[in-house]
């Protein structure tokens, strides 16, 4: 059982979630994550740490609510308890003096980028965090990020915010940069890891990625989490679930996350007669 | 009655070789439901099936359980009608009865060893065993065993599958403190996210885990050791730690197409349908898929608990692919002949090599080759060996990977100074269950890799001894 501190919308669709994890925050690194039940006979859902407190024993996550069990997340509100928050789990991104890393992060991942961010310039690093969202009213931390980061960029897909585009645009300002960046690490929708990593490829960055597949235990147990990397096949929970977006059989793993959106829509309609729904902003990828 | 008279329907009673069918739904309706299917002895078919044991001066079943428990002792309480005297007999021994009466290969253990065996009417010893626990359960009148003095020490245990929960049970009655830490929302390990409801209602596993609870024991669910915190960290708290993690790794082929979707481990499978209740979907949030054709690989019990999981959700036809024949299925006689009679087709002496998908990366046929047998191999059994060119197609929407567990590398890979085995097992004394490390002890499947709920619960019982002795 874990309280919830805060849970609020910060941006259409996408919610903050602060859970008292007091196990978990003196643990977490960042990259990893943890699996939250929001109620009993509840599905079991990987959230990437967004921040953490240690001392208060709090864990924030920023989610999105595309379905039945995250739209139940989005109903919690402080003081309401949920069954499991258990974790850390997964490897932590490795944090290391690279030189220049660019940090992208789109949607939720524009939440789970900043304990990267913060990380790899507490390790030395320059650190150039380019963000991206579908207009200017779906981005957000963009103050805490900036105070994490040697230099902090937008990219909208109407432009109504920083640079105009989507990840084409992304890995245009990463080449645009005067010097090379070292690596690039990647949090958020697979359509967004995906294409950067396709587009690093002849850059010829190093470019990671933090998979999101669906999980069920989340400690290596039933394999759902099955993914390709470099032809071999690896579980995202245990073994990752930080891979080389270079090695990752992307076609796959897109597959995979969309095994149940049949079953999702029935759930979500269901939960739609019965509970408020936010409709908007809905990530498609 | 005469003396003469006695002895003649002592000697009639000798001879009586009915071994007492337990009543179990019926297949064309079991098939379609998640009830338990065998429906457990009456007090009636109890007493009349105990009264039929010889109370062999030598008992030769006693020689085939591995936690010894006194069988014609529990049995003559049952000839008395004293079933509290019978249970109680059985729990000197075993802690989980509700569990082994139904999950236990007692054809291969205790009833083995029946002298009347050979004449096809060994005593039916587990379903008397069930029986009795389900008596206690249902009579409301569960014994507490007095509990020792408080040692003052702590012993954290590591997993509350069959091993952990009998080292819990064991310890706390010996005085000692008790922590068992489960890595899911839900403790029983094996027992609660593989074995089916229709096998082992989660009912009773709940029933065994509260029962170790109301003993004084904390279950502490939603806990990684290994990641919430390390053996190391524990150790500064706890006297003493024992490792009881399972093998919870699955395997898989490592052929084409194996991670397209619909393809499962049985794990995976399992767990959606008994952990997560996704036989209960839509009410129960994790989402699971109608099949219509599914073909689960494996011939083992967990198989065909897949398989006959694969029915019960609705699908039209459920394969068993097996690369050894019939005769070499290392599942209870049991299970397959239940997987049998609810309809599961058996397709014996076949390998899958490769699985083909649909354009959104659905499977839709696996590809096979037909084997033979050959000559026997390191595990004593017949070698499949395969038909060149024999290859052939079977239409399905769905695979169930059913081919074995490894243990869990979670702990050794973050705990130093443990030895393990090639197999990913870690190394343990088989008397005592200590492990090459101070203060750790290790049993079940992660000692011996995957085995029995019996074994896991004698190891249990045998660190459970070795801990205390060590403690006190």
């Known amino acids: 059982m874990n309280r919830v501190v805060e849970r609020r919308m910060i941006v259409p669709n996408l919610h903050l979630l602060t859970l008292e994890a007091p196990e978990v925050a003196r643990k977490i690194r960042p990259g990893q994550f943890v699996i939250v039940r929001p109620r009993d006979e509840g599905e079991r859902i990987p959230l990437t740490a967004a921040d953490w407190d240690a001392g208060k024993g709090t864990l924030t996550c920023v989610f999105m609510e595309v379905g039945a069990s995250t739209g139940a997340l989005a109903l919690l509100r402080p003081g309401d308890t949920v069954p499991t928050c258990v974790g850390p789990l997964g490897n932590a991104t490795d944090i290391g003096d690279y030189g220049t890393v660019a940090c992208v992060g789109g949607c939720y991942g524009i939440g789970s980028i900043y304990p990267v961010c913060k990380e790899l310039k507490r390790a030395g690093n320059q650190v150039l965090t380019i963000v991206e969202a579908r207009s200017s009213y779906l981005l957000y931390w963009l103050k805490e990020l900036s105070a994490v980061s040697s230099r902090l960029l937008t990219v909208t897909r109407d432009g109504s915010h920083g640079a105009k585009g989507h990840a084409a645009r992304v890995v245009e300002l990463i080449k645009e940069q005067p010097k090379k960046p070292d690596r690039v690490i990647v949090n958020g929708c697979t359509f967004l890891m ?84 936010h409709q908007e902003g809905k990530c498609q990828s | 009655m005469s003396e003469n008279g006695q002895a003649t329907e002592d000697k009639a009673k000798k001879l009586d070789l009915n071994r007492n069918e337990m009543p179990k739904q019926p297949p064309e309706v079991r098939r379609r439901n998640f009830d338990e299917v065998a429906l457990g002895y009456t007090a009636q078919l109890a007493v009349t099936e105990a009264k039929r044991c010889m109370q062999c001066k030598k008992p030769k079943c006693v020689t085939g359980c591995p936690v010894d428990i006194d069988i014609p002792g529990f049995i003559s309480h049952v000839v008395r009608g004293d079933f509290a005297g019978g249970i109680k007999r059985i729990k000197e021994k075993n802690c989980l009865p509700a569990v082994s009466g139904r999950v236990c290969p007692q054809e291969m253990q205790c009833e083995s060893q029946c002298v009347l065996k050979n004449k096809k ?336 619960m004698g190891a249990g019982r045998k660190a459970a001894r070795s801990i205390h002795a060590w403690l006190s």
């Open chain 2, 121 to 456: 009417g060994e005593i039916a010893i587990g379903r008397i065993e069930r029986f009795l626990a389900d008596w206690e359960s249902a009579s409301g009148k569960l014994e507490v065993p007095p509990r020792a003095r408080q040692s003052g020490k702590k012993v954290a245990v590591v997993g509350s599958g069959p091993a952990g929960i009998t080292v819990a049970g064991d310890l706390i009655l010996l005085g000692h403190e008790v922590t068992v830490f489960e890595a899911l929302h839900k403790a029983g390990g094996v027992l609660t996210y593989g074995i089916p409801e229709f096998r082992l209602p989660k009912s009773v596993v709940a029933r065994e885990v509260d029962y170790v609870r109301s003993l004084g024991v904390e279950v502490v669910t939603d806990f990684v050791v290994g990641k919430t915190r390390t053996v190391d960290e524990l150790l500064e708290e706890y006297d003493a730690i024992f490792i009881g993690t399972g093998a919870g790794l699955p395997w898989f082929m490592n052929i084409p197409g194996e991670n397209l979707n619909g393809v499962y481990s049985a794990n995976e499978y399992l767990t959606r349908m008994n952990l997560m209740h996704g036989y209960l979907f839509p009410s129960a949030a994790t989402p699971v898929k109608k099949h219509s054709k599914v073909a689960v690989v494996g011939g083992g019990n967990v198989a065909m608990d897949s398989a006959r999981t694969a029915l019960r959700m609705g699908a039209k036809e459920v394969y068993i692919v097996y690369r050894r024949s019939h005769a070499e299925l290392p599942a209870r006689l049991e299970e397959s002949e239940n997987a049998e009679e609810e309809g599961v087709i058996f397709k014996v002496l076949t390998l899958p090599v490769a699985y083909t998908g649909d354009e959104n990366g659905w499977v839709r046929q696996m590809e096979c080759l037909r084997m033979e047998l050959g000559e026997p191999d390191a595990s004593g059994r017949r070698a499949p060996v395969e038909v060149k060119g024999s290859n052939f197609l079977i239409d399905v929407d769905a695979v169930v990977c059913a081919i074995g567990n490894s243990p869990n590398p979670l702990i050794p890979s973050t705990t130093s100074g443990l030895q393990i085995t090639k197999r990913g097992t870690l190394v343990a004394d088989a008397e005592t269950g200590k492990t090459t490390r101070d203060r750790i002890w290790a049993g079940g499947d992660i000692v011996t890799g995957a085995a029995t709920v019996i074994l896991a």
């Open chain 1, 194 to 277: 995906a294409r950067v990593s396709e587009l690093t490829r002849s850059l010829g960055i190093p470019t990671f990625v933090n998979l999101n597949p669906i999980m069920i235990d989340g400690t290596g147990m039933c394999g759902v989490c099955r993914v390709t990397v470099g032809g071999q096949t690896r579980f995202a929970c245990v073994d990752g679930p930080e891979f080389d977006g270079h090695k990752i059989d992307w076609k796959e793993f897109l597959a995979r996350r969309k095994a149940y959106m049949e079953e999702e829509a029935l759930l979500t309609g269901r939960s739609a007669r019965d509970e408020a729904v």
